[in-house]
C-alpha cells in the first residue's frame, strides 16, 4: 500500500508540477493585486479538484461505458506519461505550458476576463488539470487494490492540489528562490522519474494482456 501511495504521488506530482506553475500563475495574474490572486487561486483549485474529482469517482464508469479494458488504458496512459517524460527532459513542456498561458492572456485581455474566468482557463484548465493529470488518475484508480488503497489515493489527489494551491500563494518566493538553473535541473530530473513510472505503466498493461 505504501508503495502505490509513493507511485501515486510520485507520478500526479510530477504530472500536473505544482512548482512549475508558479511563474505562469505570476504571469497570468500579472498586475493583479495580492486579493485578487489569492481569490484567483483558491478557485482555480477548486475548480480542478471539481474535474479530477469527478475522474477520480467516474473513471472506471468511463472505461466500461466505452469498453475500453484497464489494461489497454494503462498502455495508452503510460504512452502519453512517457511523452510528456520526454518533453520535460529536453524542456519542451514548460514552453508549451507557457506558450498556453500566453494565449489564454491575450484572449483574456481581449474579453476583459474576470477572475473567474482566468481561474478556470487556462489555470484549472488545461494547467492543473490537463489531459495528462486525468489520464494519471484514471491509471491510478484502476491500479487500486482495494477500497481502502483507493480511498487513500483520494488522499494523494487532495494534497497535490493543496500543493498547487500553496505554489500560487507562494508563486513569488518559490520562482526567487529557485531561480532559472534550478527549475530547469529539478524539471529534467522529475522528467526521468516520470518515464521510468511510464514504462512500468506500459509494462504492466502489457502483462496483463498476455496473462
Known sequence: MIDFYINAFATLFVTIDPVGLAPMFLAITAGMSSADRRRVAIR??????????????????????????????????????????IEMIFGKRQERKSETAEKAMESAEAHHATINELAIFPLAIPLISGPAAISAIILLSSQAPDTLTYAGLGGVILIILISCLGAFLLAERIERALGDTAQLVITRLLGVLLAALSVQFVADGILAFLA
Open 44 to 85: 482555480a483549485t477548486i475548480t480542478a479538484a471539481g474535474i479530477l474529482g469527478l475522474f477520480y469517482f467516474t473513471g472506471q464508469t468511463v472505461l466500461n461505458v466505452l469498453g475500453i479494458s484497464v489494461s489497454a488504458f494503462r498502455v495508452a496512459g503510460g504512452i502519453l506519461l512517457f511523452l510528456i517524460a
